[in-house]
């Protein structure tokens, strides 16, 4: 079992910057991927970005490809998100998620999940 909890969210105007952070306890945080996907209300949950096991590898969704950063700190059981340029359309829940096995951006794909933090962008 891994326990994920998301933290770092808030209201932040269009334009702004924010970092997400998810602490991982539990298992072994470096034995897993660990991707962000986001939730707009009315909309399904979509995938954002994901970093391999090790960090050596990373992959974007195009809407975010250039103003989001995905990283983690396996000494510290963290991922994060660095998001800057944010624009109202970016307002979203964002969750972390663990995969054991597979390197991907379908939700199906992820062990475990975080609760979300709200991320509000205003105009």
């Known amino acids: 079992q891994v326990q994920l909890e998301e933290s770092g969210g808030g209201l932040v105007q269009a334009g702004g910057s924010v970092r997400l952070s998810c602490a991982a306890a539990?298992?072994?945080?470096?034995?897993?991927?660990m991707g962000w996907f986001r939730q707009a209300p009315g909309k399904e949950r979509e995938f954002v970005a994901v970093?391999?096991?090790?960090?050596?590898?990373?992959y974007y969704a195009d809407f975010v490809k250039g103003r989001f950063t995905i990283s983690r700190d396996n000494a510290k059981d963290t991922v994060y998100l660095q998001m800057k340029s944010l624009k109202p359309e970016d307002t979203a829940v964002y969750y972390c998620?663990?995969?054991?096995?597979?390197?991907?951006?379908?939700?199906?794909?992820?062990?475990?999940w975080g609760q979300g933090t709200q991320v509000t962008v205003s105009s």
């Open positions: 539990g298992r072994t945080f470096s034995n897993y991927h």
């Open positions: 970093i391999s096991w090790g960090g050596g590898s990373t």
């Open positions: 998620a663990a995969a054991k096995r597979e390197y991907g951006f379908r939700p199906r794909q992820y062990d475990y």
